[in-house]
């Protein structure tokens, strides 16, 4: 039994590509459709739900690593004119020593050999980024860079900063990504749908000032949501428990939420939650929260405003198994501090003082969510729950039911018709 997941751009062929798989293989095909978070992550849920055995991906894929399931990527081939390419290139970059790092789309990557021969013999410090998916095995060498299914080695004694980029597709998450992930080199790129070169403009220190202005609102926040983003990148559970331990060392309350794709309808229903951080892939996990009544913020600056021991050194993580323990850019949370102890410091948004060391966990405890509490003791549980306390503060709770208070009657015949227009309201003549 195999899953065959596709994006909704490519399920008109879903059907027809079933047929073939099922005739050359005589294993038995099931199409995964409208999957619960983005397209481009695998959906081993929706497999597990059909008992797949193994999972076909088809279309753009982020290449975030799965732990359950077996997967194979076919991600297309997207034509690519590699003389326009070249000529793009060398109007970027006249001069035939300049070091630069190759990337591409996954739509494109079967075209990047042809590239290379074009490309290599006039530029010997051109490096092409290969496609891995998975973990590599052994540790990494020297210079080798393994992020977002990509690897590459780096050979120049002063590291990636001395090199450039080139991007090989369209506009889009992925090359956000890339450039604020690798924000100390200059991006260029090549959009084989236009066929048009350019130079990326995006202000990626505007972009950055933008999420460390998140970060101070992640610092301001008593109530933060977290929102499940995926349940096929590896290490999600994980990095769950991290950010719960996180945030309640740093004195803040915590809830999960699993609503499938986040939208500003979804998460205007939980008013009582001051921010969201987002765990998804590397791709998703940029949302752009303007349309949203509050932020959303990612792993990574969940934790520079919440360990005081991570400090904003200029390299911005996308990828949230960066942060576990045994990653690379993995830190332990410094030891707690009494609470009288703390170190308040001033927020510089609302100018209101607070404390930014880690305390100790609170010691009173939420009742058991199956326990009733009477009317009465609504206002201690609000001293413990912000959830409780938002909604005391409330002028409207919903209906109450009046038991007893309302005089028995006998069913009647109600209006008919539309409210603008009762059948048995009298309608004036013009």
Not at 303 to 316: H, K, S
Request: proline residues 7%; contains cysteine; hydrophobic residues 40%.
């Amino acid at each position: 039994q195999v899953a065959l997941q596709f994006p909704d751009e490519l399920l008109a062929d879903a059907v027809e590509v079933a047929a073939q798989m099922e005739a050359a293989t005589g294993a038995e095909m099931f199409v995964l459709g409208d999957t619960t978070y983005g397209s481009c992550c695998v959906d081993e849920v929706a497999a597990e739900h059909v008992g797949a055995e193994a999972l076909l991906h088809y279309g753009p894929a982020c290449l975030s690593p799965c732990s359950k399931l077996p997967v194979l990527h076919i991600f297309g081939q997207q034509p690519l004119d590699i003389g326009c390419c070249t000529e793009v290139f060398r109007e970027l970059y006249p001069e035939q020593q300049s070091r630069v790092v190759v990337l591409s789309d996954v739509v494109y990557a079967h075209a990047m050999g042809e590239l290379e021969q074009q490309l290599c013999p006039e530029y010997p410090n051109v490096i092409f980024s290969r496609l891995v998916y998975g973990e590599p095995p052994g540790p990494a060498v020297p210079g080798e860079e393994r992020k977002f299914g990509r690897q590459f080695l780096v050979e120049a004694a002063g590291g990636l900063q001395d090199y450039a980029m080139f991007y090989v597709g369209a506009e889009g998450l992925e090359l956000t990504n890339f450039m604020l992930t690798w924000n100390r080199c200059p991006f260029s790129s090549f959009n084989p749908i236009t066929g048009c070169g350019r130079r990326e403009t995006l202000n990626v220190n505007r972009a950055l000032m933008r999420r460390l202005y998140l970060v101070e609102r992640a610092r301001d926040a008593g109530v933060v949501g977290i929102l499940v983003g995926t349940l096929g990148v590896a290490g999600y559970l994980t990095v769950l428990q991290h950010l719960r331990q996180l945030l309640c060392r740093a004195g803040k309350r915590s809830y999960t939420l699993a609503v499938g794709k986040p939208n500003p309808a979804k998460l205007a229903n939980f008013l009582e939650v001051d921010i969201f951080v987002l765990v998804a892939c590397a791709q998703n996990s940029l949302l752009d929260s303007s349309d949203f009544y509050r932020p959303v913020v990612t792993p990574y600056e969940l934790e520079l405003a919440c360990n005081p021991a991570r400090e904003w050194t200029g390299n911005y993580l996308t990828d949230f198994r960066d942060l576990l323990p045994g990653a690379c850019a993995h830190i332990e949370l410094p030891p707690a501090v009494l609470v009288a102890e703390a170190v308040p410091d001033v927020s510089l948004i609302t100018g209101k003082m607070r404390a930014a060391q880690l305390c100790d966990p609170p010691t009173s405890q939420l009742p058991p969510s199956t326990a009733l509490a009477c009317r009465d003791q609504t206002r201690a549980l609000a001293e413990l729950s912000p959830a409780a306390s938002f909604l005391e503060s409330r002028s409207w709770r919903g209906l109450e039911q009046q038991l007893g208070q309302t005089p028995v009657s006998k069913a009647v015949q109600g209006r008919r018709g539309i409210a603008i227009a009762y059948e048995d309201e009298g309608c004036e003549q013009p």
